[in-house]
């Protein structure tokens, strides 16, 4: 079973469930572990539960559960699905008004949860995902009937609507079907991804689109899915030194903790031999770092986007080309256009655009917003960026952080990449402020690997390697900066700290 056919996603779980059911699937470091029968089972259970509570075919439900909950939240996902209705995947790190904004937004039927969750206000009814297997499994014929339970489900349903972070805005939801999210899943056992792995170890969490394509790995590649119930740089390493993962995924922020507490030098990285990056573009500073940190692991960068999913770049990083973030794969397509939708010649900056390589998704409940984002099979990513003579595609910066001073137009990545070069800068993030003549300019904050470091510091460092005008008028010193579920660096929120008086601040 390849990409050339559509399948659903029920139809993997079942399929594994029957070649390999006493294999591990997932594992939650402290909180258990599931094989593949276990998934098939609980799930059927569940996907029975919900249709005695009279969820039909095309309701949506609420999935709210917290890293530690991985395998009931597994279970739920599946569950929902099998009833023929649709998963809204939540995390226990949303704000309350959040999460009501998106149950109301998609019109949940129910909600479930982790068991040691409340549930959330709204009217809606809810349970755990064990209340429902209970009462499936009360008495012999109720449990033959939850066996044979479940309803048609085909590749073209709606399966899931995944939140994007809300980096920039109010969060869209993202409709993704059943043949959109098993595109390029197998069943051959010979043919599983990751065959170099007996376990692969991440840190996403519940509610994200890196965190979903952690879901669709256990149930497709080969590797047990093995998490931390919470992630910290000390149980990371502790996890990699134990299980020795053949796979890691992170995102950059976490990579930037785990090196700078200096665990790589206290634990055997040696069992990596790939190391993932996903959600952002890894700084080739950090990128240099890490190859140092994991010396058998060959270092990817993944890009791609809740909405363009599948498709997707990936790049294994090259000293020839430190900022390539790759060229399409497994059929998807790329291009870079102007502001018309012309496809740009290699060298010139514009707008990044990728097609999927099967059913493409769509914002839901949103038909202006996915006039804009959605033509033609094409999905545009909201960064800028360029291609370079051989293909391969160079991340210039999300198009709402370009900063425009004067007559220039700045690279805020650019300009954080510089910063990464400096021994006693941490993480950075670069943004724009107003100025009286110039309109905007730059400010950057840094969280320094170690306290004292001047701000007068840092622009001096970055006199010799940025423009004139790249040059950030202010340098903010922070103890970390605010970050969404993702891991990204919410922007919006940074020129607020130039107003904090207890921040160190530097400027001409």
């Not at 399929?15 to 997932?26: C, H, L, S, T």
């Not at 594992?27 to 009279?54: N, P, Q």
């Not at 599983?192 to 519940?206: K, N, Y």
């Not at 990285?269 to 140092?292: D, F, I, Y």
Request: proline share 7%.
């Amino acid at each position: 079973m390849t990409g050339a056919t559509a399948y659903t996603v029920p139809d993997l779980l079942r399929v594994r469930a029957e070649q390999e059911p006493d294999g591990v699937a997932m594992i939650v470091d402290g909180h258990g572990t599931m094989t593949f029968a276990e998934w098939e089972r609980r799930s059927t259970l569940v996907a029975y539960g919900l249709t005695r509570r009279g969820v039909a075919p095309g309701d949506r439900v609420g999935l709210l559960f917290g890293s530690r909950d991985w395998i009931d939240y597994a279970v739920a996902f599946c569950g929902v699905l099998k009833a023929g209705a649709v998963a809204v995947p939540l995390s226990d790190r949303l704000a309350p008004a959040e999460t009501r904004y998106m149950l109301e937004h998609c019109g949940a039927a129910a909600v479930l949860h982790g068991r040691d969750l409340g549930a959330p206000p709204g009217g809606r009814w809810t349970a755990a995902p064990a209340d429902l297997e209970t009462s499936a499994e009360a008495g012999s014929e109720a449990g033959s009937e939850a066996a044979s339970a479940g309803a048609r489900v085909r590749p073209g349903d709606l399966a899931q609507i995944l939140y994007t972070s809300g980096t920039t805005g109010r969060p869209k939801g993202v409709g993704a079907s059943h043949a959109n999210l098993a595109y390029g899943c197998v069943t051959r056992p010979n043919r599983r991804r990751f065959a170099h792995s007996r376990h692969l170890l991440h840190a996403f969490p519940i509610g994200t689109n890196a965190g979903q394509t952690m879901l669709l790995n256990a149930l497709d590649a080969r590797p047990a899915v093995l998490t931390p119930a919470r992630f910290t740089p000390g149980r990371f390493a502790r996890l990699i030194e134990t299980y020795r993962p053949g796979t890691v995924f992170m995102v950059p922020s976490m990579a930037i903790e785990l090196l700078n507490a200096g665990l790589h030098e206290r634990h055997d990285m040696s069992g990596v031999l790939l190391l993932g990056s996903a959600a952002a573009a890894l700084p080739p500073a950090l990128a240099e770092r890490l190859a140092a940190a994991f010396p058998n692991a060959t270092l990817t960068n993944y890009y791609t986007s809740t909405e363009a999913a599948p498709a997707q770049t990936i790049m294994i990083y090259d000293r020839e080309r430190p900022t390539a973030l790759g060229r399409p794969a497994f059929g998807g397509a790329l291009r870079v256009t102007d502001e018309a939708g012309n496809p740009l010649p290699p060298g010139e900056v514009g707008e990044i655009w990728m097609r999927s390589p099967t059913a493409p998704r769509s914002y839901y409940g949103d038909d202006a917003a996915g006039a804009q984002a959605f033509r033609n099979g094409w999905v545009r990513m909201g960064d800028l960026g360029r291609l370079d003579a051989d293909g391969y595609l160079h991340l210039v910066d999300r198009e709402s952080d370009v900063v425009k001073t004067g007559a220039f137009k700045v690279s805020t990545l650019q300009v954080e990449a510089a910063l990464y070069e400096h021994p006693g800068v941490a993480e950075a993030a670069v943004f724009g402020v107003p100025h009286p003549v110039l309109g905007t300019v730059l400010a950057a904050a840094i969280v320094p690997r170690s306290e004292g470091m001047p701000a007068a510091e840092v622009r001096e460092f970055l006199r010799g390697r940025v423009a004139g005008h790249e040059l950030p008028e202010r340098v903010i010193v922070v103890d970390d900066l605010p970050r969404n579920r993702s891991g990204k660096v919410i922007k919006r929120e940074l020129p607020a700290l130039l107003g904090d008086s207890r921040l160190h601040t530097e400027g001409d």
